[in-house]
Every structure is written in C-alpha cells, then in structure tokens.
C-alpha cells in the first residue's frame, strides 16, 4: 500500500496531467473516508485515506466515462499496487454489476468482460464499501448528503432502468456504516449542511 506522501504526489502529478475538479474530489472522498474510518474503530483510516485518493486516479490518462476505472487499474498495477487497484475497479458498483456504469461505456468487450468476471468474483472488504460510500457523498468542496449528489449526477447522465436498485444500494452502504460508527455519519463530516443546500442548477 502506498504511503499517504506518496498517494498524495501520485494524485498531484494525476491533476497535472489532466487537471479538472476530479483530484478536488478524490482529496474530499479520502478525507471523508478518513474520519469514517477512524470511527469504526476496525479499519485503518491512513488505509482508507490512500485509497480515497486513488480511487479515480485513471482520470489521470484524460477526460473519460468507465474507461477510467481500467486506466487507473492499470497504472496501480503497473507500481504494483494490487489493493489500489481493485478499488479503481469497484468503487462505482455497490451492486456488483458491471451493467451499472452510469456514464458512457467507452471501454473494449474485452475490459467490459473482464470487469464483469471481476465484480462477480470479488468479495467486497470493508475499504471497498467504505470508497463507494464517500465516493457518493463527497462533493470536490465537501461532503454533503448522499441525495443530493445522487440527483446531481442523475441531471448530468439521466435515469438508466438500474437507477432505483443503485440508489437502493447506496443508501445500504450509509445504513452500514451508520451501524459501524454508531451515529449517523453525517455527524462526522465537516460542511455537510452547508453543501446540501438544494442548488443543483
């Protein structure tokens, strides 16, 4: 595992290469998972910090819809970073289907088969539930609660047939960590209330 120094130059030589509010909100999803993790009281939160930033590191090769989850499992793998890697991999899919990308599928058969093999066979750690949660609760300023990024990312991209089950699936994940923690996550993040006015447009 990456140290968090090293994590941390990683995902700042990724936003120089491609710069945009992606490494904004890897730096929000590792802080929130952070202060989660911590709470649990059974998970590292150095851990889960490093694999808040590097999560969507494949947006590092350029402007992409799922190809980005490939690009950053192959650089993980490259450096020999096999736990970052998979997190790259299932950090947008709570319910393992490959089928639920929302976005453009700009990926080959070939990665699309390998990640539906992957996620059938992959059994998720609590660091994986753990990114998918911040990943949907982390705005590039903040957390904020997970509705409203839910409708954000629903007037970007629109409503595929999965969107219900995916919601269901994400609030399951809060619902679980919640019962780790517990208290309502919420409690832990700073600026919760004030990302989640209702400003979206």
């Known amino acids: 595992m990456l140290?968090?120094?090293?994590?941390?130059?990683?995902?700042?030589?990724?936003?120089?290469?491609?710069?945009?509010?992606?490494?904004?909100?890897?730096?929000?999803?590792?802080?929130n998972a952070m202060l989660i993790a911590e709470q649990t009281k059974i998970m590292d939160k150095e851990q889960a910090y490093v694999m808040g930033l590097m999560h969507d590191i494949g947006?590092?090769?350029?402007?992409?819809?799922?190809?980005?989850?490939?690009?950053?499992?192959?650089?993980?793998?490259?450096?020999?970073?096999?736990?970052l890697a998979h997190i790259c991999l299932t950090h947008?899919?709570?319910?393992?289907?490959?089928?639920?990308?929302i976005g453009k599928y700009d990926c080959t058969a070939e990665q699309k088969?390998?990640?539906?093999?992957?996620?059938?066979?992959?059994?998720?750690?609590e660091y994986d539930l753990l990114i998918q949660l911040c990943d949907a609760i982390s705005l590039p300023n903040g957390a904020?609660?997970?509705?409203?990024?839910?409708?954000?990312?629903?007037?970007?991209?629109g409503l595929p047939d999965f969107t219900i089950d995916k919601w269901k699936a994400f609030m399951m994940l809060k619902?679980?960590?919640?019962?780790?923690?517990?208290?309502?996550?919420?409690?832990l993040l700073p600026n919760v209330l004030e990302n989640s006015s209702v400003n979206l447009i």
Not at 63 to 78: A, E, L, N, P
Request: aromatic share 10%; glycine share 6%.
């Open 113 to 125: 088969h390998f990640l539906e093999n992957f996620l059938v066979n992959k059994v998720y750690s």
């Open 59 to 83: 947006r590092r090769a350029g402007s992409k819809g799922i190809r980005h989850i490939f690009d950053g499992y192959d650089y993980m793998m490259s450096i020999g970073q096999e736990e």
């Open 175 to 187: 619902k679980h960590f919640d019962e780790l923690c517990v208290c309502n996550i919420y409690t």
């Open 92 to 101: 947008s899919f709570p319910n393992k289907d490959a089928n639920t990308y």
């Open 144 to 157: 904020c609660i997970m509705e409203k990024r839910l409708i954000d990312v629903a007037l970007r991209h």
């Open 3 to 31: 140290k968090i120094l090293e994590a941390q130059k990683e995902l700042e030589k990724g936003g120089s290469l491609c710069p945009g509010p992606w490494e904004q909100h890897s730096k929000s999803v590792a802080q």
